[in-house]
């Protein structure tokens, strides 16, 4: 790991180059497929990619968890002030909505059998049912509900 702190260094939420680079004070890295900034860099003869802001987490704190979540969940932005350790519960409650949803609210849907809308939470890898609504105000009600009994509140 100090091949990283010795080819790069961190400003404004972004990753640079040092001095001594072939790039030197140029912004590191290429977005890659899924929006996050991908740097490429040989350690040790091997070619290995990093992710950017995993490379800025370990350059402010030191150490490299598993998982480096953005709290706007903006994978380009990537001031220190937006990245924090994560488990896997942590990085699945901190996604967005699904692109498929008509809701507006995570969790919640329109049952096209019953005629109504249906609420719902996974914990623990599990889905659980919170019931089915008239209207969409009662089923977000029970979900915000599910979440804060579940600790889901960020």
């Given at each position: 790991m100090e091949e990283l702190k010795n080819s790069f260094y961190y400003s404004e939420g972004k990753l640079y180059w040092k001095e001594g680079k072939v790039l030197a004070n140029k912004?590191?890295?290429?977005?890659?497929?899924?929006?996050?900034i991908e740097v490429n860099i040989t350690i040790r003869g091997k070619p290995t990619k990093f992710l950017a802001h995993r490379i800025i987490f370990y350059l402010h704190h030191g150490f490299m968890p598993k998982l480096v979540d953005h709290v706007d969940r903006n994978p380009q932005n990537n001031s220190i002030s937006n990245l924090r350790v994560a488990d896997k519960k942590l990085n699945a409650i901190n996604t967005g909505l699904p692109k498929n949803n008509t809701s507006g609210v995570?969790?919640?849907?329109w049952n096209k059998a019953c005629g109504k809308w249906s609420a719902q939470i996974k914990v623990d890898g599990k889905k659980k049912h919170l019931?089915?609504?008239?209207?969409?105000?009662?089923a977000t009600k029970t979900r915000r509900q599910a979440e804060r009994l579940y600790g889901f509140i960020i």
């Open positions: 912004e590191a890295g290429h977005k890659n497929m899924h929006g996050y995570k969790g919640v849907s019931g089915t609504f008239s209207n969409l105000e009662d």
